[in-house]
Every structure is written in C-alpha cells, then in structure tokens.
C-alpha cells in the first residue's frame, strides 16, 4: 500500500502562484510514477501532470504548459506541482495519484493510490 497526502491548496486571486505538495509513504519503491489531476464543479477530473519516480521526466497538458511544472524530492518521497499564473479555470480540487507500472500517463485507470485532494480555489 502507498499513502498519498496532498496538501497546498488554499484561496488565491488569478495571477498568483501556489506550490501543491504530496507527500509518499508505505510501500513507496513500488511507485513508478506519479501525477497530478483535478476536478472542478461539474466536470470529470483531467490530467494536469505526470513525473517518474526515479528518472525525472515530466508530462503536462496542454492547458497548463508554461505556467505549471513538477518535480520530485525523492529524499522526501514528495511531489511538487508548482502553479504560476493561475486562472479562475483553475479552481478545482487537486488529487495526486501514484502508478506501479507503466500504463498511459494520462489515465486515472492507471493510477493505483489516490490522495484526499487539496482545494484550490482562484479568484478573478
């Protein structure tokens, strides 16, 4: 089992930045990778980013390129998702997910451990 906890969200106005933590524990040298979804009110959640456990690449969407990024400390067993210049489009509620295989980076279905999520709301 792997125990996922996000934490970072909060209530900004559009503009602004805010770093989204998820911190790993329990069977952590199972992961493979991790990612970063979100649902906002009504909508399904959608992927947002995606990093190797161990290698360092990275995916985004296409709808956060430039404005978002992640890394990983894996000393830490932590996820960061960096937001910078947040829209009002962005209010959603963030889950971290983990993967312990290979399996299409944008899938919740290949996601085997899911956080609580982490509210973040912005502003216009």
């Known amino acids: 089992q792997v125990q996922l906890v996000e934490s970072g969200g909060g209530l900004v106005q559009a503009g602004v930045s805010l770093r989204l933590s998820c911190a790993a524990s329990?069977?952590?040298?199972?992961?493979?990778?991790m990612g970063w979804f979100r649902q906002a009110p009504g909508k399904e959640r959608e992927f947002v980013a995606a990093?190797?456990?161990?290698?360092?690449?990275?995916y985004l969407a296409d709808s956060v390129k430039g404005r978002f990024t992640i890394s990983r400390d894996n000393r830490k067993n932590t996820v960061y998702l960096q937001m910078n210049s947040l829209k009002p489009e962005g209010t959603a509620v963030y889950y971290c997910?983990?993967?312990?295989?290979?399996?299409?980076?944008?899938?919740?279905?290949?996601?085997?451990?899911w956080g609580q999520g982490t509210q973040v709301t912005v502003s216009s």
């Open positions: 990093i190797s456990w161990s290698g360092g690449d990275t």
């Open positions: 329990g069977r952590t040298f199972n992961v493979y990778a």
């Open positions: 997910g983990a993967r312990t295989r290979r399996a299409p980076i944008m899938s919740m279905a290949s996601y085997d451990y």
